[in-house]
């Protein structure tokens, strides 16, 4: 049993709130081990920010949503490496929305782009499942969702990379700027 990022959307927003219920339930029920669990939205104003909008911690650590893994994941997607990567642009949106057709190698940022559209619901669970066939039966049998299962090890060494990148680019884009400020400007260093 392995740890795992699994992602569910539906078709309209109530469902991921009515999956949420039921997950819970999953959890209580000790059905599902879960960790954290969110309902985010993909904002539809341009900005392509995704929001938190409810969020639970299984673990009684009382991790915040944003201070927690999930709230990592999240703060990738809402980054300026997002934009510089172009995953917020419109080939990205625009891009298939079949399961079937996602690249095996293609990374969980791109993903989440691809599968809540902007004005779009999903759910986000940090969970271990010995059976999957619960969690199956709800979001594909009672709420006719998708759910997509990563592993919980390559989402976080990618969440890694990216706040490595992020730190990095800030970083160069500083450098960069206070040298051409310092050669515009040579009279301020005197």
Request: hydrophobic share 40%.
């Amino acid at each position: 049993m392995s740890k795992r990022v699994i992602v569910m959307n539906f078709k309209v927003s109530s469902e991921s709130y009515q999956a949420f219920s039921e997950v819970k339930q999953l959890v209580m029920n000790r059905k599902l081990k879960g960790e954290q669990m969110a309902v985010v939205t993909h904002q539809d104003d341009g900005s392509h920010q995704f929001k938190i909008e409810d969020f639970m911690d299984f673990t009684g650590s009382d991790n915040a949503s944003k201070g927690g893994f999930i709230g990592m994941l999240v703060g990738v997607l809402i980054s300026p490496l997002a934009i510089l990567l172009g995953w917020v642009g419109g080939s990205m949106i625009g891009a298939t929305r079949d399961a079937k057709e996602i690249n095996e190698a293609q990374d969980i940022f791109k993903f989440l782009l691809n599968k809540i559209a902007p004005g779009q619901t999903g759910l986000i669970v940090i969970a271990e499942e010995e059976d999957n066939r619960p969690l199956n039966k709800i979001v594909f049998e009672q709420l006719h969702g998708e759910i997509t299962r990563f592993d919980f090890e390559e989402v976080q060494a990618e969440i890694q990379k990216a706040q490595q990148v992020t730190k990095e680019t800030k970083e160069k884009a500083k450098d960069s700027w206070e040298k051409s400020h310092t050669q515009a400007n040579p009279t301020e260093k005197e």
